[in-house]
């Protein structure tokens, strides 16, 4: 089929493209992103890269790729390939991605100031020694590498070129961005203080890629293509800047065989949609293409196809870079080539697939829920499993669990009734996108329904609030009671694990209250968060547009302490200092009076008086599972209107909005499945074999 049905505005994307001796199918490049599988899960990222080159990519990379144990990241777990034995997993994965006619990329990465090696203990090295660098704050230095350290380098990049062509890889991204590589950390000033002929001039601070390059293919006679992966710019005054790029791209504009453009930091080149709006990196490329004869991808969470072919057409880049919105959507290239715009999953920009990595999980995403289940649950983002024997589904409540679950559920063929209790579906997500900055978290809902609505096996009921006789009645043989929680209004949370002394001439107010419209306007406020993720930061924001002044009190060290994982907790402290929010860390309420808040230390117990004319309370959530106990009375345990009655999402166990959709799904994909009784896990995974031979090294 013709890209877009005929129209020939998108056709420019699905144009063939040279990347040194390899060419492209299509102008969708998948670039090198976490997802928290890494050596631990290898058949688990292997089908989901899989599923994207079944999805149209032309070219999929895989994670970071540590090239030798002196230089490892722990506690992220990112792809080790270390020696010969790695190269069956990475064969495997290789072949995955080639697939469905994508090109195979491997990024390789050596840490250097960035790699602990925690778990290797190896001695770290760095192109100037110095602390780790890193997230967590490692007690750990590095030393300087000397010139034997760095020709040993160049020997175990040769070792990873050689693997990585066994394994059937088509490219190799050698990994200088985000202050991550050690290739950056040569150019940088900020890294390289050396007075040899690797530092000082930046002829001399790009030797070693140079001859890294070299190297690369001269131990794959060519037949790789070698792409370079650095920042666009390094804050600072030592930093890797724009211009300083820019000198550098000019003096090697053939150097690689494509340059692969991303922002200076993680934080800045994956910013979430809060902060950072599609395309944002657009002005730090502009001009670049001028300055090389090799192609360019650059990313920026491009979703809208009317933007990718800006991109291309006004000369900014040649191919259209993705991480996330390859999450979101692995068949978004086949989609847009098949006109199926409204069938697209939009990324949200929530970075909640970012988490997987910083928490040393595994990887989600709120809008793909087969995202890294793809091999372990055997999930799909489009082809549904096989109906079972039973026919009906009933779905009470259309929020983002209600949502997926009834979408799913129809996919699969059965009958569903969709029954709302208001009159607008989605839930917690039509609320909340209309918060300070989460508009675009509107598209979990809008997708959604977007799929639902043309269904024929699908009826949705609004305004249509359920008792336990109505759910009983309907007689549906699977039900899915996805009601929700409420905020509450008190300090009960993580520190407080009962309520605190309350005058009730104060007024208290709940996130729910203030997203409907509620609460404090011009006047002192104490917002007080032991939530930790982004609703206390948002809130606040909130009432300073209505003009109030608000102390943001946390237990925590710092302001949205859990945002660190979403890699925005420092924009969301500056956000709040620029607009004028009092921060007060590492305290708590102890007692709420008339007009005042005492506050305790969370470490020395001092209690400290803030006088305030009101207080929000972000705290935690009370599941509404109240409809779900009344049925379970009914038919003790079988609900009475068929064969199971489960409660699911927020009503269950309240948590990020990725916990609801990956819960609807969970629900539909489990009807008429055999009910292991929870006696092994509910996911395939893979064990670690013991190595023969004596248990000590010569």
């Known amino acids: 089929m013709a890209a877009g049905q005929g129209d020939s505005r998108y056709d420019i994307l699905f144009e063939p493209l040279r990347i040194g001796p390899k060419v492209a199918k299509n102008r969708f490049y998948q670039v090198p992103h976490c997802n928290g599988g890494g050596y631990r899960d290898p058949s688990a990222v292997a089908e989901m890269r899989r599923t994207k080159a079944e999805g149209g990519w032309g070219v999929i990379f895989t994670e970071q790729t540590e090239i030798h144990p002196s230089s490892e990241i722990t506690p992220f777990i990112e792809q080790h390939l270390w020696e010969d034995k790695d190269i069956p997993a990475f064969a495997a994965m290789a072949e995955a991605m080639k697939s469905h006619g994508a090109l195979a990329g491997i990024q390789l990465a050596y840490s250097g100031i960035n790699g602990p090696n925690l778990y290797s203990r190896d001695v770290p090295m760095a192109v100037s020694g110095g602390p780790i660098l890193t997230f967590t704050s490692d007690p750990v230095q590095a030393r300087t590498m000397d010139r034997e350290d760095i020709r040993d380098l160049r020997r175990w990049f040769r070792a990873a070129f050689r693997r990585s062509q066994q394994a059937g890889f088509d490219l190799v991204c050698l990994y200088g961005a985000h202050g991550f590589g050690i290739l950056q950390h040569f150019l940088s000033r900020a890294t390289n203080s050396r007075t040899d002929e690797y530092g000082g001039s930046l002829e001399n601070r790009a030797r070693f890629l140079r001859e890294v390059v070299e190297d690369a293919r001269e131990e794959t006679k060519g037949e790789l293509g070698i792409t370079l992966r650095l920042s666009l710019h390094e804050a600072g005054p030592l930093g890797f800047s724009n211009a300083e790029l820019r000198d550098f791209i000019e003096m090697h504009r053939d150097l690689p065989d494509l340059w692969d453009?991303?922002?200076?930091?993680?934080?800045?080149?994956?910013?979430?949609?809060?902060?950072?709006?599609?395309?944002?990196?657009?002005?730090?490329?502009?001009?670049?293409?001028?300055?090389?004869?090799?192609?360019?991808?650059?990313?920026?969470?491009?979703?809208?196809?009317?933007?990718?072919?800006?991109?291309?057409?006004?000369?900014?880049?040649?191919?259209?870079?993705?991480?996330?919105?390859?999450?979101?959507?692995?068949?978004?290239?086949?989609?847009?080539?098949?006109?199926?715009?409204?069938?697209?999953?939009?990324?949200?920009?929530?970075?909640?697939?970012?988490?997987?990595?910083?928490?040393?999980?595994?990887?989600?995403?709120?809008?793909?829920?087969?995202?890294?289940?793809?091999?372990?649950?055997?999930?799909?983002?489009?082809r549904p499993r096989p109906k079972g024997l039973s026919q009906s589904v009933l779905v009470v409540g259309a929020g983002p669990a209600g949502l997926e679950a009834a979408l799913q559920a129809a996919r699969r063929g059965y009958q569903v009734t969709l029954a709302e209790a208001g009159r607008e579906l989605g839930g917690r997500v039509q609320r909340e996108r209309a918060l300070p900055g989460l508009s675009a978290w509107g598209r979990v809902a809008d997708y959604r329904i977007g799929q639902l609505l043309p269904l024929p096996n699908v009826e949705i009921y609004r305004d249509s609030p359920m008792t336990a006789e109505d759910v009983v009645a309907i007689g549906a043989d699977h039900v899915a009671i996805a009601t929700g929680a409420k905020w509450r209004r008190d300090a009960v949370a993580r520190l407080h694990l009962h309520p605190i002394p309350t005058d009730p001439a104060m007024p208290i107010y709940s996130p729910d209250d203030l997203m409907e419209g509620l609460g404090p306007r011009n006047c002192d406020v104490l917002l007080y968060d032991d939530d930790h993720f982004y609703m206390g930061s948002v809130l606040a924001e909130l009432l300073v547009s209505r003009g109030c002044r608000v102390d943001f009190v946390t237990p925590a060290a710092k302001v949205a302490e859990w945002t660190e994982n979403t890699l925005e907790q420092g924009r969301i402290m500056r956000r709040l200092l620029e607009l004028g929010v009092k921060i007060q860390t590492n305290k708590a309420p102890e007692e709420i009076g008339r007009s005042e808040v005492m506050l305790g230390c969370t470490w020395t117990g001092a209690l400290t008086v803030l006088e305030t004319e009101s207080v929000v309370m972000v705290t935690s959530r009370v599941p509404q599972d109240g409809l779900f106990r009344e049925v379970m009375k009914l038919d003790s345990g079988k609900g009475g209107s068929g064969r199971t009655v489960k409660l699911i999402g927020d009503g269950a166990a309240p948590g990020p909005i990725a916990w609801a959709t990956y819960a609807g799904r969970r629900f539909a994909e489990e009807i008429d499945q055999p009910d292991t009784g929870g006696e092994i896990p509910a996911f395939r995974r893979e064990i670690a074999w013991l190595e023969p031979g004596p248990s000590r090294l010569p």
């Open 261 to 382: 453009l991303a922002h200076g930091t993680w934080e800045a080149c994956s910013g979430t949609s809060r902060f950072t709006p599609e395309a944002a990196q657009e002005d730090l490329v502009r001009g670049i293409k001028a300055l090389t004869d090799k192609p360019i991808v650059g990313v920026g969470r491009f979703t809208s196809a009317d933007e990718m072919v800006r991109q291309i057409r006004s000369g900014v880049l040649d191919f259209i870079g993705a991480a996330r919105p390859s999450i979101a959507d692995p068949f978004l290239p086949k989609k847009i080539e098949e006109g199926r715009f409204e069938d697209i999953r939009e990324c949200i920009g929530c970075n909640i697939c970012v988490s997987g990595d910083m928490t040393g999980g595994i990887s989600r995403c709120t809008q793909n829920t087969a995202f890294m289940e793809e091999w372990r649950k055997g999930w799909h983002p489009e």
